[in-house]
């Protein structure tokens, strides 16, 4: 499975991000697809996470403001990110696995939150 995402880039506190991230290969034997993050200095943490049928898990620090999606039939998993804080500033990896574990990674993609 090779996952490809987009969407990073700058953008002001309070402006809005989506990133992208399609699967392709053996994707059928994906139900979990979701988002990492890692900013400079700190470990790699959950973002969001979303099911086939449409679970969706979120990172306590992003509830409220990112919203996480997907399109099973292009098997594409997006993140809509609003009213982003500086502390957001990170690199983005898209993910994807099965059961309860991410297997299979993206490469990162930079978001910069300028105050």
């Known amino acids: 499975v090779q996952l490809q995402a987009s969407g990073g880039g700058l953008v002001q506190a309070g402006g809005s991000l989506r990133l992208s991230c399609v699967a392709s290969?053996?994707?059928?034997?994906?139900?979990?697809m979701g988002w990492y993050r890692q900013a400079p200095g700190k470990q790699r943490e959950l973002v969001a996470a979303?099911?086939?049928?449409?679970?969706?898990n979120y990172a306590d620090s992003v509830k409220g403001r990112f919203t996480v999606s997907r399109d099973n039939a292009k098997n594409t998993v997006y993140l809509q990110m609003n009213s982003l804080k500086v502390e957001d500033t990170a690199v983005y990896y898209c993910?994807?696995?099965?059961?309860?574990?991410?297997?299979?990674w993206g490469q990162g993609t930079l978001v910069t939150v300028s105050s």
């Open positions: 993910a994807a696995g099965r059961g309860n574990s991410f297997v299979y």
């Open positions: 290969g053996s994707s059928r034997s994906i139900n979990l």
């Open positions: 979303i099911t086939t049928d449409g679970s969706t």
